[in-house]
């Protein structure tokens, strides 16, 4: 994947549970319309209306063909409804990055040690 779309989401911190709801959702339409679904983040500790989700896409042009079967979907026209009824997202922010080679997906390599 050349390059993510996070978005950054400012939710309802009432709302959490119907916020993970509709990203559970996501995780069947946006496989199926194009995108990589790299995954979507709730707040853990700190700020508590903070959520982010990543796609990757094999470039703009796949973004925008994924943004065209996304509209004509009737799964997700249909889940982006219930997400505006609900007023889940109070906000949200769009932007691109590309990794930078060498950098994604390295795991750890100290060793836990135990007492």
């Not at 993510?4 to 959702?25: L, N, S, W």
């Not at 995954?39 to 042009?61: K, M, R």
């Not at 079967?69 to 026209?77: G, N």
Request: aromatic share 8%.
């Amino acid at each position: 994947m050349t390059i993510t779309c996070i978005i950054r989401y400012e939710i309802d911190p009432f709302q959490r549970d119907g916020f993970r709801k509709h990203a559970e959702g996501l995780g069947q339409i946006i496989p199926r319309c194009g995108g990589h679904l790299v995954g979507y983040f709730l707040p853990h500790e700190g700020t508590n209306n903070v959520a982010w989700g990543l796609i990757a896409f094999d470039g703009l042009a796949s973004y925008e063909a994924y943004r065209t079967r996304l509209k004509s979907d009737p799964e997700a026209r249909a889940h982006l409804e219930l997400t505006r009824t609900n007023r889940l997202i109070l906000r949200e922010e769009r932007n691109f990055v590309e990794v930078v080679d060498g950098t994604l997906g390295i795991p750890a390599t100290v060793a836990e040690r135990h007492p």
